[in-house]
């Protein structure tokens, strides 16, 4: 048998380097969101974090007897004895805010929100691009739904793609004081009622109309006991609910719209 020459080693070796570049190249392109998660989380406080509790609002009937107020583009129905009340010292969401008060809830409203999500709602869909994130708070409440003990090497690339993204993003959206979070939306917004700290409730209300028009207008309420000795447990949530499901938007943007 004549011997094999150099030359054909030296091909075969060549043959085996360039398998091995492609099945490596190969490897790291399909793993390449498990491996961007790894780096991430070994950077992070993001080993250790769980699902947020959250369900749609139980709904509750508001009193014939509430009385509707307005503020700005928004309005709502409150309970009777509610009146505005003068600005405490110190501020609540920046300078644009007021207060209506009785004896057992102060609810607080500001125009602001928790996060401006615009950058983060477009690559949500391009990640996610069967589905429609009008606002933060629907990608709030995708992100609720992830831990970080999803993750698993044997996810598609899709998945790993989604959970890093989610995971990441998270950080930014989602305030740590965050424990739970009841979702409601109205005629023309969407909303997150946040438990869990400010010693009090808070309600993230976003219009659904105003990413259309590339114009952005967030609402921040917060509810408390409008005595400051009072815990949250006292907070009659029943009210806290017929507040929230009570407000309409007349935004221009809203206008226009229809």
């Known amino acids: 048998m004549k011997p094999k020459s150099r030359r054909f080693y030296l091909f075969v070796i060549a043959l085996n380097i360039i398998a091995f570049l492609l099945l490596a190249g190969g490897a790291l392109w399909y793993y390449w969101p498990h491996l961007f998660w790894k780096y991430v989380e ?3 406080e ?36 509610m009146s505005l009340m003068d600005k405490p010292e110190g501020t609540f969401g920046g300078d644009s805010y007021d207060n209506f008060c009785d004896e057992n809830i102060l609810v607080s409203i500001s125009q602001t929100s928790l ?18 994130f009008l606002t933060s708070s629907k990608l709030r409440l995708e992100a609720f739904g992830v831990e970080s003990s999803d993750f698993h090497w044997s996810m598609s690339r899709q998945e790993a793609s989604r959970f890093a993204f989610l995971m990441t993003v998270r950080r930014v959206i989602v305030p740590q004081f965050i424990k739970s979070a009841e979702s409601f939306s109205g005629r023309n917004w969407d909303g997150l009622l946040l438990h869990g700290g400010y010693r009090g409730v808070l309600l993230n209300l976003e219009c659904t109309c105003c990413y259309n028009n590339r114009c952005y207008n967030g609402i921040l309420i917060k509810f408390s006991p409008s005595d400051k000795e009072q815990g949250i447990e006292n907070l009659d949530m029943d009210t806290v609910r017929g507040i929230v499901q009570s407000l309409e938007i007349d935004c221009p943007c809203s206008i226009v719209s229809k």
């Open 42 to 44: 070994s950077k992070s």
């Open 46 to 81: 993001l080993r250790h974090v769980g699902k947020i509790p959250n369900s749609p609002m139980p709904m509750t009937a508001v009193p014939d007897d509430w009385v509707e107020h307005s503020w700005k583009f928004l309005r709502f129905r409150l309970p009777p004895n």
């Open 115 to 132: 996060t401006e999500p615009d950058p983060f709602l477009e690559l949500a869909s391009k990640v996610y691009p069967e589905k429609n």
